[in-house]
């Protein structure tokens, strides 16, 4: 007969320690990500290494239980729920769902009373039992039969509490662990105590007189007359305290054990989660097969012609062409087939045959030959690559598709298709299998594919075209994302020169400066150790050098860079160890990163921009992400001395909005101060500074500057108390002070925050200045968390969407404006509000009246737009 194992997890515990275990993570649609990412790290663990027949997680059903009757301040000492962590909850809710674990709440009870109820009825069923959370009150329920992990540091390192740990640990049996909370007291509960016990003195107690009745009993027996006098006059409060930490094992629990069992999750679920929180990692772990299990069979037949010849003749005045490029980076990807649909007919056309035909070249360059196609950039990319210039886009399914909702973000024609009513084309990852099963079928498959996907191409443009021009977007589309998908089409195939001599040799002086510090940290350790393992590095920092530590775990300490900077006042080592680390990250991820995708042909590199990802609109890169090289670090800065300009005697010209975001805030908010100090000319950081701090501009000091630019730039994000307090390192109370002085001080901000909460909730969406569109549905959720998650996206998306589609707008004018003059420069990135130019030095002053003229009248405002440039050898000399 199979053992029975039931686990139960303490929810909110869990999440709160994965929430602040990890960074604050953020996916593409802005949504706070590192609480559900944790607590998923956790259950998949658990679900590996524990093997449960049975499974629940509890959660706390409000912040009111049978407990208050007793005290009133139970748990009052708590801090308010930090929304960046709230809004995380109804992700991990669908995640256990989706992983089919039950959940449980009970109104006016705990997540430990369910847990202690269950785990008493499974003893009593014979089942083994293990329950995890980071709360140690869950310790008495520690048995011969149930085992309770709680997590240490970090999420994933967990202390194993049995009958004999306990003992070993404290020389109490699990029981009595109630009666050291009854005198001790716990701060976290405001569970009160006996002022002045701590645990040592606790715990010597009860190894006397076993139980706090005992001992209350017997007072007169205790030494220390002080000690003697707290337990007699804080009695009633002891008992009390014992009865609070007490976890209750008759909870009036609805659900039953045969009705928690786990038998798997539902893996298409699971992976639409981990797709919509951007969860890739996990997504891999998964394994290949996450396309789902659709099949060609389910589709409609259709007929096709593959032609002997290509031939104009088999396209039309409107063709839906299709161009498949199999992989993601199809900068270097082989195109595998081509189909075209018009009234002439459907056609699969074999990719070698049509590349090598005049024909086809003819008929794709042919201005007046109007193609409707899926990812203009993608396309135009890959055939430029065969000497092939797309010309006559008039239609770009993929994003029209994006803008209409820029939070589906999918970039599966099947999954756009099945949005509108109708489905043609199976999902790649089911056709073409997905990681190492993937490969490409016999062509008479991949015809038929190619074919459907031209079909859905034609079939989508009407509708999609039809919800533009009902949401006032056609002009969005074909004013800027339509024009601006061959501007980037051009920035990726230029691409940028990369100094493989320069990067090269910094990655020598990294390495040899990592030598250096190494070697010094060694001395100071007094011996030689792996600097890398935190296991020998907590050795040598709390045991041999006596740094303060937390508490030791069973694979060590923890030496994790929040834990140093804490101790870098403490020696000089500390320091040293975080530049070791840094230097080393400089040297793995963009100095030996970059050099792997450096064309060998061209020395240059070609980052994709993806025009269709972000909810605001905003561009982002990869292969490579040079929007993130690191610029914080002198060492991070100079990398960008190896981005040259691909023409000798040419230099490396970059221009970048001044405070573009907070300009745009101006003008939406219509806030007077703001525009004043816009229009004025005024430092806006110093502005804010005196009006939250009362002062003159003479007593800005350059902290009042610093946390006040924290604030300006913070409301832009909708930044809460708790983000503002984590980054300027005070506590919530002051960042919450701080957002109250700066909304007095800009009434207009407040009234604007206030205006597109209301419009959000009656429209269902914001828009930006140029229309872009986003949906908050969560707009008008009951749920509170989920509500204020949404109110701060209503808050800052049309700012950021305003100043995304500003740069976007300057991108298409300059590339305008370049061809128009006849000069040689050229745009070769877009790195947040920055473009980066080659430009001959002869071109240098046109380019100096020409750009920000073009940058700062892109859209027009009743704040000016300002542009700063500079220019040098290298993008470093450019800054």
Avoid: C
Avoid at 58 to 66: E, I, L, P, R
Avoid at 69 to 82: A, H, L, N, V
Avoid at 419 to 429: E, H, I, P, S, T
Avoid at 634 to 645: C, D, L, S, T, V
């Amino acid at each position: 007969m199979e053992k029975k194992k039931l686990v139960l997890i303490d929810g909110n515990s869990i999440a709160y320690r994965a929430f602040f275990a990890l960074p604050l993570l953020n996916n593409d649609k802005g949504i706070h990500t590192n609480a559900v990412y944790g607590f998923t790290m956790m259950l998949q663990r658990i679900l590996e290494d524990e093997k449960p027949t049975h499974m629940l997680v509890a959660f706390d059903a409000g912040k009111t239980t049978f407990r208050h009757t007793t005290f009133s301040e139970y748990k009052g000492g708590r801090q308010k729920t930090p929304p960046e962590l709230s809004e995380q909850f109804p992700f991990i809710r669908e995640l256990l769902d989706a992983y089919q674990v039950s959940r449980y709440e009970l109104e006016n009870y705990e997540a430990d009373d369910i847990i202690g109820t269950l785990s008493l009825e499974a003893e009593k069923e014979g089942f083994e039992v293990r329950v995890i959370s980071g709360d140690k009150d869950l310790t008495q329920l520690s048995s011969d039969k149930t085992t309770v992990g709680i997590t240490r540091k970090g999420i994933t390192d967990i202390e194993e509490y049995t009958p004999e740990h306990i003992q070993e640990k404290y020389g109490l049996e699990p029981w009595q662990i109630i009666d050291m909370k009854g005198l001790m007291g716990d701060a976290s509960d405001n569970i009160p105590g006996v002022p002045g016990v701590g645990e040592k003195t606790a715990i010597k107690l009860l190894k006397e007189f076993e139980t706090l009745e005992n001992l209350l009993q017997s007072t007169d027996k205790v030494s220390g007359q002080k000690l003697r006098e707290k337990l007699e006059e804080f009695k009633g409060q002891a008992i009390m305290s014992k009865e609070l930490a007490t976890i209750t094992r008759e909870a009036p629990i609805e659900v039953k054990l045969d009705e928690i069992s786990y038998e798997g999750f539902d893996k298409g679920k699971v992976v639409s989660i981990f797709k919509e929180l951007g969860f890739n990692s996990l997504l891999d772990k998964l394994g290949e097969d996450i396309g789902g299990d659709e099949s060609e069979a389910d589709l409609a037949e259709v007929n096709f012609e593959i032609p002997a010849e290509i031939s104009g003749d088999i396209f039309g005045d409107e063709t839906a062409f299709f161009v498949e490029i199999l992989e993601d980076n199809y900068h270097y990807a082989d195109i595998i087939g081509m189909s075209a649909v018009s009234e002439k007919g459907r056609f699969y056309l074999p990719a070698q045959k049509a590349l090598e035909s005049s024909e086809f070249k003819q008929w794709a360059e042919d201005e007046t030959k109007r193609k409707v196609v899926y990812d203009a950039k993608a396309t135009e990319v890959a055939l430029r690559r065969r000497g092939i210039h797309l010309k006559g886009v008039i239609f770009d399914v993929f994003i029209a598709a994006y803008i209409i909702d820029p939070s589906a973000n999918s970039d599966d024609l099947s999954t756009i298709e099945k949005k509108y009513g109708f489905r043609n084309v199976q999902a790649d990852d089911a056709f073409y299998g997905r990681g190492a099963k993937r490969k490409v079928p016999d062509e008479a498959d991949l015809a038929g594919h190619l074919v459907r996907k031209a079909i859905s191409t034609a079939e989508l443009r009407p509708l999609l075209e039809k919800g533009l021009r009902e949401n006032s977007q056609y002009e969005l589309f074909t004013e800027l994302e339509m024009p601006l998908s061959l501007v980037l089409a051009d920035m990726e195939s230029t691409g940028i020169k990369v100094d493989l001599a320069r990067l090269k040799a910094m990655g020598s002086e990294i390495h040899e400066k990592l030598e250096v510090i190494e070697q010094k940290i060694h001395e100071m350790a007094g011996e030689k150790f792996n600097i890398n393992s935190p296991k020998q590095l907590g050795a040598i920092l709390f045991e041999k050098l006596g740094l303060p530590s937390g508490k030791k775990t069973k694979t060590g300490y923890s030496t994790s860079a929040d834990v140093l900077e804490k101790l870098a006042d403490e020696h000089e080592i500390i320091r040293l160890i975080l530049d070791y680390r840094q230097l080393g990250k400089l040297q793995s991820t963009y100095i030996e990163g970059l050099l792997k995708v450096v064309d060998p042909k061209t020395d240059k590199v070609h980052t994709r921009f993806n025009q269709a990802l972000t909810a605001t609109g905003r561009l982002s890169s990869t292969d490579p992400n040079l929007q993130n090289i690191p610029i914080r670090l002198e060492e991070g800065r100079k990398i960008r001395q190896a981005f040259i300009p691909s023409e000798e005697g040419w230099v490396i010209f970059a221009a970048d909005y001044s405070q573009i975001e907070l300009r745009v805030l101006a003008h939406i908010a219509n806030d007077e101060k703001l525009i004043e100090a816009f229009q004025e000319g005024e430092d806006i950081h110093t502005k804010t500074a005196m009006a939250v701090f009362h002062v003159g501009a003479d007593e800005v000091t350059s902290n009042m500057r610093r946390h006040a630019k924290a604030v300006n730039f913070g409301i832009v994000y909708g930044i809460s108390d708790f983000g503002l307090s984590q980054s300027l390192g005070i506590t919530r109370k002051e960042a919450g002070k701080f957002i109250e002085r700066y909304l007095q001080s800009y009434p207009g901000v407040q009234d604007y925050m206030e205006d597109i909460i209301k419009v959000a909730k009656q429209n269902g969406y914001v828009t930006t200045l140029m229309h872009r569109r986003r949906y908050i549905p969560e707009i008008t959720s009951r749920n509170f968390n989920l509500r204020s998650f949404a109110e701060r996206t209503a808050m800052n998306t049309p700012i950021q969407g305003s100043a995304a589609d500003i740069i976007k707008k300057a991108m298409i004018d300059m590339a305008d404006a370049l061809k128009e003059k006849g000069l040689k420069s050229r745009l070769l990135l877009q790195v947040h509000d920055e473009l980066i130019f080659e430009a001959p030095r002869e071109e240098i002053e046109t380019l100096e009246t020409l750009v920000p003229e073009i940058m700062e009248n892109a859209l027009e405002l009743n704040v000016p737009l300002k542009v700063d440039y500079s220019y040098g050898p290298t993008w470093y000399d450019a800054k």
